[in-house]
């Protein structure tokens, strides 16, 4: 599989995962917006890249490149000004957003395992 499929797996899964919360704010893939995509990408690219790295590591990567893109911390996510809640040091994300690391990175460990 090649980023693209990995990173369609990967947030199709935080889909999923988001609507258990009763989160139904996430688009399919097909749907979503480029920005989403591409975040989707660099995270597997940066995982695929540091197979190493730990869901903390995916976290600041994440937050590097959305402070890179110009986001910044806000209380609801917000893409025309660019806000969004996690947008905080990894230790100050709910547990419940951590398990969306520990998601992301086992499914692009699993690509690169099942090899």
């Given amino acids: 599989m090649n980023i693209e499929q990995i990173a369609k797996v990967c947030h199709e899964a935080n889909k999923a995962y ?13 749907k979503c917006p480029d920005w989403q ?4 990408r660099a995270g597997v690219k940066f995982k695929l890249d540091n197979p190493e790295s730990s869901p903390r590591d995916s976290h600041e990567s994440w937050l590097l490149h959305k402070q890179e893109d110009g986001w910044k911390y806000g209380p609801e996510k917000n893409p025309e000004l660019k806000e ?10 709910p547990i419940e957003q951590k398990i969306k ?6 499914i692009v460990r ?6």
């Fill in 110 to 115: 699993s690509f690169v395992d099942g090899k």
């Fill in 101 to 106: 690391d520990y998601l992301f990175t086992n």
């Fill in 18 to 30: 988001c609507e258990t919360l009763g989160d139904f704010t996430q688009e399919s893939w097909d």
């Fill in 37 to 40: 995509k591409d975040s989707a």
């Fill in 84 to 93: 969004h809640p996690c947008f905080v040091a990894y230790d100050d994300l």
